[in-house]
């Protein structure tokens, strides 16, 4: 799954046909908004989906929590075979993202659609979160990546938020660390302005306010032609070790397993388009 940029709207917001002009990798429309009917926010995703896979771009929906009671009729409305996952707020437990994973596969059979096929994203977004974010990225196989809050981490821990500095480097780095040690996407809610900042934290790409910052953000999560050649050398070492019956390789003073190979695959994913 690409998502060096996702443009992130309320369902229903106007701001929908803006983003699907853009180069974003994906649109994620939110039904998490106590102060507007979950109905209508249901009914204007639901009518979202075409547009987006038509525009040729991931549709990611956020839901609410499933302690919220609201997750089983948000999912009723929103899985189709054009939804291509969705962003769970406030993942505090690896028990979250299972009750959600239970969910999905249930209307995922019900609806003929492929098990696992709707991906989830847990977002990080408390000190409790942050602890147990290892555990929540290995909590059910379709989780592809973890999101990182950084302002709503910040408010939780009664920190200071800022993009750029010292402040939250801890927990940055632990939802980095957790994500690319179980081979999933490190995410970040971020604004326009520190995307490279972001990039070189290990980030792999960046849910954003609007779509002004798309080109910033492809720019600064697409790798660079030296980190391509590194991994597309790692992919084929790799695949010609095990072509000879080992499953360790070595490239130069590296060693190549099977995780570093599952890595190297994850930054090809994210060439540029020829």
């Not at 974003?24 to 989906?49: K, Q, T, Y």
Request: charged fraction near 20%; hydrophobic fraction near 50%; glycine fraction near 8%.
């Amino acid at each position: 799954m690409r998502l060096r940029s996702t443009v992130t709207i309320p369902a229903g917001s106007a701001g929908l046909d803006a983003a699907l002009e853009s180069a974003a990798d994906a649109i994620a429309l939110s039904l998490v908004d106590a102060s507007r009917a979950v109905g209508a926010l249901r009914s204007a995703a639901l009518e979202a989906l075409p547009r987006i896979a038509a525009a040729g771009k991931v549709a990611l929906v956020a839901v609410n929590h499933p302690r919220t009671r609201l997750l089983r009729d948000d999912l009723d409305a929103i899985v189709t075979p054009l939804l291509g996952g969705v962003l769970l707020p406030h993942a505090v437990e690896p028990q979250d993202v299972r009750d959600l994973a239970v969910l999905l596969r249930e209307f995922e059979y019900n609806r003929g659609i492929e098990p696992g096929a709707v991906r989830a994203l847990p977002v990080i977004d408390t000190a409790r979160g942050l602890l147990r974010a290892a555990e929540t990225a290995q909590a059910a196989p379709r989780v592809a990546g973890l999101v990182f809050a950084a302002a709503a981490y910040a408010r939780d821990v009664g920190a200071r938020h800022e993009e750029r500095g010292s402040r939250l480097a801890y927990a940055q780095g632990a939802v980095v660390a957790a994500a690319r040690a179980f081979d999933v996407l490190p995410l970040v809610v971020a604004g326009p302005l520190e995307l490279l900042h972001w990039s070189q934290c290990g980030f792999s790409g960046a849910l954003l306010p609007d779509p002004g910052g798309v080109t910033a953000a492809n720019a600064a999560f697409t790798p660079t032609r030296s980190s391509l050649d590194r991994a597309r050398s790692a992919s084929e070492t790799f695949e010609a070790a095990r072509a000879e019956g080992a499953w360790v390789a070595r490239a130069g003073h590296d060693v190549v397993d099977a995780h570093t190979a599952r890595k190297a695959r994850q930054v090809l994913d994210h060439a540029p388009e020829s």
